[in-house]
Structures are given as C-alpha cells and as structure tokens.
C-alpha cells in the first residue's frame, strides 16, 4: 500500500523563486535562508520519495475572487506551470499521478470533504518555489506531484481545525491505496506577515515559534485557534498556516523533528521550514 514517510513545512514567497532564478542564494540577504534548507534536501535523498502531495493556495491562475472552491485537488498526469505576474521563469512540467488523484478524491469525498477535482490544472509560485527549494539543483523533477489548493483568500476560509481533519481523512486516503509508493506531504505558506494596509510588514516571531513548537506534538491546540484570531496575530496572510494543519494531520500523532529552521523577515514575512518524519 501507499506509505506516508514524512512531512515538511515551509514558506512559498514569490521572491524566494526569484531569488533562485538569480542565483543569489550565497548573498548576504539570502544565504542564512537558503543554508537552512540543506538538512530537508538530505532528507528528502534519504527517503526517496515517489509522490508529494503539495498542500498551497492558488493566486489566480486556477480560481479568482469570484470563484473559490475550498478545497481542490489536481486530478491530471502533469501540470504546468505559469506565472501570475512575479516575473518567475516557467519551470519544467510536473508529473501528476491521476489514478492516484482520483482514489484520493474518491476517499476524501466518502469521508465528506466536498473536493473539487481539477482534470487541468496551472501551478503557480506557491507549488513551485517549495518545488524549487527542494530539487531546483537535478535536471529533473525527481517525483510525481499532487497539487492540493486551499482556499486563503477568499472569504469564508476554512477553519484550522477543519484543516487539520482534511489532514487525517488524506491519511485515511493514502493508505487505503493498494499500489505501493512512499508520499511526502508538503504543508506550504506563512508564516507570519501581512501585505497590505495599515500593518503591512507586520510579523510576530513569538506566535512563528510558537506554532513551529506545537505543531509537532500539539496541533490540537493550533486547530483550536479562529481565523479572526489567527489574522488578528499573524496577519491577513498569516492565516496561510492552516494549511501546514492539512500536512500534520496527515501524519501520524507521533513525529519525529528531523530538522527546524526559522529565518525573518523574507520579503517581510516570517519563514518557518520543518521536516517531520512518521514514527511508528
């Protein structure tokens, strides 16, 4: 059957992509940032993952303001990817896996989650810079990918909690999946910041490390938290921190931190990087 190995979280801002594209990551701005991300590639070589599952939030190409699903999911063999307007250099095609898409649909559906299913599907800097971060050195894309939108934008969100239980019916998901692969799920965005009005730039370091902290061994406490309360703290795209709750859930309740590195500001944003591994 289908195995979860392990989950990492970690920011997508548009200008980490630019930044790789220029080659600046041994600058001073940026070095600290990208050094951070070396652990999670050597962890990622270790357990040679075939699928990941990128959990992130369209900006545009997919769905606009006046039409969101909450939850969506890639249902396609591959997925390419554009720019909504970054300036990011195009980035070679993805696989997909649409058997593997449409038994997960079929699963999260029986388990009443209400997904969306995309038979086409534009990826943008929140599927691509995490992409990037990881494997941006190979000449290939090294995995098939399973794009996983959720809705940050768009008012009425979904709530942490609710997050967090999308998370656990993927892992039922998974599992049931007779074929054999090894997943990694990526929990994409936040962490804290804000990017428009009158707190533009705010972040909270206090509530990052917090959540880097409880996010491991109590994401109950996390789920817990509104989504006014959350923007109240992190800002308006802090809440994007639900969706590291749709990875978490999906591993077991016993993790083990392979490796933490939080770096602030990125473009004015609070960027948390974790890499969980499944324990038995």
Request: charged share 20%.
């Amino acid at each position: 059957m289908a195995k979860i190995v392990g989950g990492l979280t970690t920011s997508h801002i548009p200008a980490i992509g630019l930044a790789m594209a220029g080659g600046l990551e041994n600058t001073p701005y940026w070095k600290r940032f990208f050094d951070g991300y070396e652990p999670a590639k050597e962890w990622l070589v270790k357990v040679d993952p075939d699928i990941v599952i990128l959990v992130y939030n369209d900006h545009g190409l997919n769905f606009f303001l006046d039409n969101i699903p909450t939850f969506a999911i890639g249902c396609a063999d591959q997925y390419e990817n554009a720019d909504e307007g970054w300036g990011l250099q195009a980035t070679a095609t993805f696989t997909g896996d649409a058997e593997f898409s449409w038994h997960l649909a079929e699963s999260l559906i029986r388990q009443d989650f209400d997904m969306t299913t995309c038979q086409e599907m534009l990826v943008d800097h929140g599927f691509i810079v995490p992409m990037g971060l990881m494997w941006r050195h190979l000449p290939e894309w090294p995995v098939k990918t399973i794009p996983l939108a959720i809705n940050t934008l768009q008012h009425p969100l979904p709530s942490a909690s609710r997050c967090l239980a999308l998370g656990r019916a993927l892992r039922v998901a998974i599992e049931s999946y007779p074929e054999d692969a090894k997943v990694v799920i990526f929990g994409t965005g936040g962490m804290s910041h804000q990017l428009q009005g009158e707190r533009a730039g705010h972040i909270d370091v206090d509530f990052d490390l917090k959540c880097m902290e409880k996010i491991v061994d109590d994401p109950e406490w996390m789920a817990g938290l509104s989504n006014s309360k959350i923007i109240e703290i992190a800002g308006s795209e802090g809440i994007e921190i639900i969706m590291w709750l749709v990875m978490r859930g999906a591993l077991n309740d016993n993790v083990k931190v392979v490796h933490k590195h939080y770096h602030v500001p990125v473009s004015n944003t609070g960027s948390g990087l974790l890499v969980l591994e499944n324990s038995a």
